[in-house]
């Protein structure tokens, strides 16, 4: 268990529904972020949160969205859902996200059919 | 052209091979990372480094800043050292982020 946990470990959905993928950092992290892996882009940043507060935005499409709560977890919603967003999602947590290493989850992998 | 590189692609060793995966890098950097990604998935951290060498057990990873590259090493390689190991870069202009490599499969035979 690398202390971030990732929730739900595997989700199959049809096309043009919404998805709740959610992250609970690494006891005492304030930075939360979400990678996208996919087959044929490998991974990819989306998006930081620090402390409640969005930080940096990576290659997000405007149907995804992401939040961070008053207890750091993090949730991830993903929207309209095309088959290409078929893929694994990463959150990985770290300290301060500037000078610390990172403790990523387990992922979770969607698949959209 | 991709900021990170990463050399083999594939790489297929038998247990006991000294092993090296290789990373080089475009940008100015603040650090490097090593991942390893197993086949179920989960991606675990192994080295950061902003300069010199690290090691871990029979892992060692080194940087050269002014080349823009960085080495994984794995000695006495074991067949549960089969993985992807994925270089990837925090760019200094980048802020926290991660810039990911594209991987190298990593398969050791008994």
């Known amino acids: 268990d690398s202390g971030v946990t990732q929730t739900p470990k595997h989700l199959i959905t049809a096309t043009g529904q919404r998805v709740t993928l959610r992250c609970s950092p690494r006891?005492?992290?304030?930075?939360v972020y979400w990678y996208q892996q996919s087959l044929d882009q490998g991974l990819q940043f989306l998006i930081q949160?620090?402390?409640?507060?969005?930080?940096a935005k990576g290659n997000i499409l405007e149907r995804f969205s992401a939040q961070q709560f008053p207890d750091l977890h993090s949730e991830l919603n993903l929207s309209s859902l095309e088959l290409g967003d078929s893929a694994l999602y990463f959150c990985a947590s770290s300290l301060s996200g500037t000078a610390y290493g990172y403790t990523f989850g387990s992922g979770t992998r969607l698949t959209v059919v | 052209k991709n900021e990170v590189e990463q050399s083999p692609q594939n790489l297929t060793a038998q247990e006991g091979e000294f092993i090296t995966i290789n990373c080089s890098y475009s940008v100015g950097i603040s650090a490097l990372h090593w991942l390893q990604q197993h086949p179920g998935g989960g991606i675990v951290s192994l080295f950061m480094?902003?300069?010199g060498k690290k090691k871990h057990g029979r892992l060692i990873a080194t940087i050269n800043i002014q080349e823009k590259h960085s080495s994984l090493h794995i000695t006495a390689s074991h067949p549960r050292d089969s993985a992807v190991y994925i270089c990837?870069?925090?760019?200094?202009?980048?802020?926290?982020?991660?810039?990911f490599g594209e991987g190298t499969q990593l398969t050791v035979n008994p």
């Open positions: 480094l902003s300069s």
């Open positions: 990837a870069i925090r760019g200094e202009t980048s802020g926290s982020r991660l810039t």
């Open positions: 949160y620090y402390n409640g507060e969005e930080r």
């Open positions: 006891s005492g992290d304030l930075s």
